[in-house]
C-alpha cells in the first residue's frame, strides 16, 4: 500500500537492507518501538550521536536510551548485576529501561550517556526494530522522533509532522501499542523508578521481592524524561480540571461527554492502559483542531495512570 508521504517505507525485506545500509553509513532511521516511534542511529558514532542531539534540538545533559536485541549483547557495555537479570527474564523484550553503570572499556560514546558513568539501556519488543538490531552489529541510541519537549510519536505520519523529510527513512510499524514511554528503573544501588511507565512499581517489586522507591531528585539526570517540562503539544495545559470553560478541548476518561463538541475521551471504557495509548495521539489531534488550550479531568494516580499523570504533569508546565 503506497502513501503520500516520499519518507514513510512499507516494513519489507529490500527496506529493511536500505535501512541497514542507512545505519551502518552513520545516518538516522526511524523506527517503531512498541511505546513510541524512535530517532535511532549507531551507538558507539560520535558523528551519529551528535547528528541525534542536534536534529531533536535536546540538551546534551539528557542522556539517549540504548536499545539492544538480547542480553548477549549488552555484556561489553554495561555491568548487569541479578536484579537487572531479574527483571530482563520477566519483562523483556519490553517498555522497560535499565540504568546501569556502564564499562570502562564500552564502545558506547560518552556523549550518548550525558558524560555519565551509567547508561540507560532497553530491549524493545516491535518485530520491526528487532529484526534490524539482529543483524546490525552496534547497539542503537534511539531517543523519541520528535523535537526536544515535544508530544512524541505514534504513528509515522507525527513524525513527518516534526521532522518532514530531514530523516531519509521513516519504517512504518503501525501505531504504537502503548503510546507512551518506557518505564525507566534505576539499579546502580537500591533500585527507583525515574520514570513511571505502563509496567508499573507494583509489578517491578513482585519480581525483585524488594522496595522499590519513586522518582529521586537528582543533580545529574540519569534518564530521559526527567526534564521539567516535557511532552508539550506546544499548547498550554490545564490539569485536575472539574469544569469545562466552554472553547477548550477538554480531554477525560468514560464515556459521559460522547458525541459533545470540544470534548476528547481517552478511554470510553475508562481503561487506563488505552488511555496511555491515546494521550498522546489525542494531544497531537487538538493542536491540529486548532485549539488554544487543553483541559484535563482528573486521571486516577494507579497503575497506568501514574504514568499518565507524570506526562501531563510535564506538559503542562510553563
Given at each position: 500500500m503506497?502513501n503520500?508521504?516520499?519518507n514513510?517505507?512499507?516494513?519489507?525485506?529490500?527496506?529493511?537492507?536500505?535501512?541497514?545500509?542507512n545505519?551502518?553509513?552513520?545516518?538516522l532511521?526511524?523506527?517503531?518501538?512498541?511505546?513510541?516511534?524512535?530517532?535511532?542511529g549507531?551507538?558507539?558514532?560520535?558523528?551519529?550521536i551528535q547528528?541525534?542531539?542536534?536534529?531533536?534540538?535536546?540538551?546534551?545533559?539528557?542522556?539517549?536510551?540504548?536499545h539492544?536485541?538480547?542480553?548477549?549483547?549488552?555484556?561489553?557495555?554495561?555491568?548487569?548485576?541479578?536484579?537487572?537479570?531479574?527483571?530482563?527474564k520477566?519483562?523483556?523484550?519490553?517498555?522497560?529501561?535499565?540504568i546501569?553503570?556502564?564499562?570502562?572499556?564500552?564502545?558506547?560514546?560518552?556523549?550518548?550517556?550525558?558524560?555519565?558513568?551509567?547508561?540507560?539501556?532497553?530491549?524493545?519488543?516491535?518485530?520491526?526494530?528487532?529484526?534490524?538490531?539482529?543483524k546490525?552489529?552496534?547497539?542503537?541510541?534511539?531517543?523519541s522522533?520528535?523535537?526536544?519537549?515535544?508530544?512524541?510519536?505514534?504513528?509515522?505520519?507525527?513524525?513527518f509532522d516534526?521532522?518532514?523529510?530531514?530523516?531519509?527513512?521513516?519504517?512504518?510499524?503501525?501505531?504504537?501499542?502503548i503510546?507512551?514511554e518506557?518505564?525507566?528503573?534505576?539499579?546502580?544501588?537500591?533500585?527507583?523508578?525515574?520514570?513511571?511507565?505502563?509496567?508499573?512499581?507494583?509489578?517491578i517489586e513482585?519480581?525483585?521481592?524488594?522496595?522499590?522507591?519513586?522518582?529521586?531528585?537528582?543533580?545529574?539526570?540519569r534518564?530521559?524524561?526527567?526534564?521539567?517540562?516535557?511532552?508539550?503539544?506546544?499548547?498550554?495545559?490545564?490539569?485536575?480540571?472539574?469544569?469545562h470553560?466552554?472553547?477548550?478541548?477538554?480531554i477525560?476518561?468514560?464515556?459521559k461527554?460522547?458525541?459533545?463538541?470540544?470534548?476528547?475521551?481517552?478511554?470510553?471504557?475508562?481503561?487506563?492502559?488505552?488511555?496511555?495509548s491515546?494521550?498522546y495521539?489525542?494531544?497531537?489531534?487538538?493542536?491540529k483542531?486548532?485549539?488554544?488550550?487543553?483541559?484535563?479531568?482528573?486521571?486516577?494516580?494507579?497503575?497506568?495512570?501514574?504514568?499518565?499523570?507524570?506526562?501531563?504533569k510535564r506538559?503542562?508546565?510553563l
Amino acid at each position: 500500500m503506497k502513501n503520500s508521504y516520499s519518507n514513510i517505507f512499507t516494513f519489507n525485506k529490500k527496506n529493511l537492507k536500505k535501512t541497514i545500509n542507512n545505519l551502518n553509513k552513520n545516518n538516522l532511521v526511524c523506527l517503531p518501538t512498541e511505546t513510541v516511534y524512535g530517532l535511532g542511529g549507531n551507538a558507539y558514532s560520535k558523528t551519529t550521536i551528535q547528528k541525534i542531539f542536534k536534529l531533536k534540538g535536546r540538551p546534551t545533559s539528557n542522556p539517549l536510551i540504548v536499545h539492544y536485541y538480547n542480553l548477549n549483547d549488552v555484556i561489553d557495555d554495561v555491568i548487569t548485576n541479578k536484579l537487572f537479570k531479574k527483571l530482563y527474564k520477566k519483562f523483556c523484550p519490553g517498555p522497560i529501561t535499565f540504568i546501569l553503570k556502564r564499562k570502562i572499556s564500552s564502545k558506547i560514546h560518552p556523549l550518548a550517556c550525558a558524560k555519565l558513568n551509567t547508561v540507560a539501556i532497553r530491549f524493545p519488543k516491535h518485530k520491526v526494530t528487532r529484526s534490524i538490531l539482529k543483524k546490525i552489529n552496534f547497539p542503537l541510541a534511539m531517543p523519541s522522533a520528535n523535537r526536544s519537549n515535544n508530544v512524541s510519536p505514534v504513528i509515522p505520519a507525527d513524525v513527518f509532522d516534526e521532522f518532514k523529510k530531514r530523516i531519509k527513512i521513516i519504517l512504518d510499524g503501525g501505531k504504537c501499542k502503548i503510546g507512551i514511554e518506557s518505564t525507566v528503573v534505576d539499579l546502580t544501588n537500591k533500585p527507583k523508578i525515574l520514570r513511571p511507565g505502563i509496567i508499573d512499581k507494583n509489578s517491578i517489586e513482585k519480581i525483585l521481592k524488594c522496595k522499590v522507591t519513586g522518582n529521586l531528585k537528582t543533580k545529574n539526570k540519569r534518564s530521559p524524561g526527567m526534564m521539567k517540562k516535557h511532552y508539550s503539544p506546544g499548547i498550554p495545559v490545564l490539569i485536575n480540571q472539574k469544569k469545562h470553560d466552554g472553547v477548550s478541548a477538554f480531554i477525560y476518561l468514560g464515556f459521559k461527554h460522547k458525541g459533545k463538541k470540544h470534548f476528547f475521551s481517552l478511554s470510553e471504557k475508562s481503561s487506563l492502559n488505552e488511555a496511555a495509548s491515546n494521550l498522546y495521539e489525542i494531544y497531537r489531534l487538538i493542536k491540529k483542531k486548532g485549539y488554544k488550550k487543553i483541559q484535563i479531568s482528573k486521571i486516577q494516580n494507579k497503575g497506568s495512570g501514574i504514568a499518565i499523570n507524570d506526562r501531563i504533569k510535564r506538559s503542562s508546565k510553563l
